[in-house]
């Protein structure tokens, strides 16, 4: 589809499933270069085939946001004619373990305050700057309704993604004067790969999370992104929370089964 948005760059943290896949394949078909980046390469290759088969014009960037030399020298690698990143969209991240608070397992706490706050501060630290030099953006940082409420077990989970509701905000303000939109995006529960990496693989357990829930596709957040990003300059969408019809919350679930 050729538009307006055809010169516009995207680049999509975690573009190898899930939300990620999603948000890449959304604006690649929408007209825009893309930047889709992960730890798993060969995901990350399969898409820019998929993608650029189709006409879009993709970028593969493999790197791991917990290490903050990789992404700096991912970002800076970029060619010029990539560099002009209009949007950038902090997806990458995870849960890993629902366990109490005296009994978790502090190598998961670890991996997700790493991954959910420290890689997406990193991120934003790379790209923010591009943005800032030419005086446009729109960072969206993928939070959750963990980032809104609390749920037994979720802890540490939920404290990341509470950070990233706070950095969301503190965004906002601080690039207000560069002119750059800062949209905080809360999604509840959605199915991807997401309870399969928090329960380690256990795809028994992470099915039983969506039992009778019409869930949120990755889709259906792509689609949610593209409105933001779509709407004129002067109107910034702040913050969305967005459940299926059957979730009123992180503990209020109307199953059907
Ligand atoms: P998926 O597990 O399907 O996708 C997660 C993506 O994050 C993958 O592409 C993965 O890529 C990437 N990722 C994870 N760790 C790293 C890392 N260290 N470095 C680089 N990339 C990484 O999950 P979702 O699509 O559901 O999750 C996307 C975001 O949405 C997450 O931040 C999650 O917390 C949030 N979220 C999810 C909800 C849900 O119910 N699904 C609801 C609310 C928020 P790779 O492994 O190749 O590196
Ligand atoms: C993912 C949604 O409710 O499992 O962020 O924490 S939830």
């Not at 959750?144 to 990341?160: L, P, Q």
């Amino acid at each position: 589809m050729l538009n307006c948005y055809m010169e516009k760059t995207i680049m999509v943290t975690g573009a190898t499933a899930g939300f990620g896949r999603a948000i890449a394949a959304k604006f690649a078909a929408g007209g825009y270069k893309v930047i889709i980046t992960g730890r798993r390469n060969e995901r990350l290759l399969e898409l820019q085939k998929e993608l650029s088969d189709s006409g879009a014009k993709v970028l593969t960037l493999n790197f791991d946001v917990r290490d903050l030399d990789s992404v700096n020298s991912a970002v800076n690698s970029l060619p010029s004619g990539w560099k002009d990143i209009d949007i950038l969209v902090n997806n990458a991240g995870l849960a890993v373990g629902l366990s109490r608070i005296n009994e978790g397992d502090t190598d998961d706490w670890d991996r997700m305050i790493d991954t959910n706050v420290k890689g997406l501060l990193y991120v934003t630290r790379t790209v923010a700057p591009l943005m800032v030099a030419r005086g446009s953006g729109h960072v969206f940082n993928i939070s959750s309704i963990a980032g809104k409420e609390v749920y037994e077990n979720g802890n540490v989970y939920c404290a990341s993604k509470h950070a990233v509701d706070a950095l969301s905000k503190a965004m906002r303000i601080d690039m207000l004067s560069h002119g750059i939109k800062v949209t905080n995006i809360a999604p509840g529960m959605a199915e991807t790969e997401f309870s399969i990496v928090r329960f380690k693989g256990d795809t028994e357990k992470a099915d039983a999370v969506y039992r009778g829930v019409k869930s949120l596709t990755a889709e259906d957040i792509a689609e949610v992104i593209w409105f933001c990003a779509s709407l004129p300059g002067h109107v910034c969408i702040n913050d969305l929370t967005i459940t299926p019809t059957q979730q009123a919350g992180t503990g209020h679930l109307n199953r059907k089964v």
